[in-house]
Nanobody, 118 residues
Framework: VQLVESGGGLVHEGGSLRLSCVVHGGKAFIGYDMNWYRQAPGKQRELVARITRGSTTNYTDSVKDRFTISRDNAKNTLYLQMNNLKPEDTAVYYC????????????WGQGTQVTVSS
């Protein structure tokens, strides 16, 4: 299973970006519980948003009402819509799969850089 992120870049404060994560090689995308993590320089990786196979979503407090996680099962793709970006959102963003139906897994993408300038 290969996860490929895209959509990162440089944006001014208040701008928007949409990250995508395409899953290649997996045959059970509909059964995946998926996450977006981020890691800023010198900081630990943190969970930003989660979506279950039933499309239940959760967000870390700092991104609530600004970020939206979603999925397109027909395209094997996970998304993160990021609005009203702030400099503190600057990080490498990673896509992760941690469950396939009832089985625990740990699949990661290579990451995509998001930089927000003030």
């Amino acid at each position: 299973v290969q996860l490929v992120e895209s959509g990162g870049g440089l944006v001014h404060e208040g701008g928007s970006l949409r990250l995508s994560c395409v899953v290649h090689g997996g045959k059970a995308f509909i059964g995946y519980d998926m996450n977006w993590y981020r890691q800023a320089p010198g900081k630990q990786r943190e969970l930003v948003a989660r979506i279950t196979r039933g499309s239940t979503t959760n967000y870390t407090d700092s991104v609530k009402d600004r970020f939206t996680i979603s999925r397109d099962n027909a395209k094997n793709t996970l998304y993160l819509q990021m609005n009203n970006l702030k400099p503190e959102d600057t990080a490498v963003y990673y896509c992760n799969v941690d469950r396939v139906f009832l089985a625990t897994v740990n699949y990661w993408g290579q990451g995509t850089q998001v930089t927000v300038s003030s």
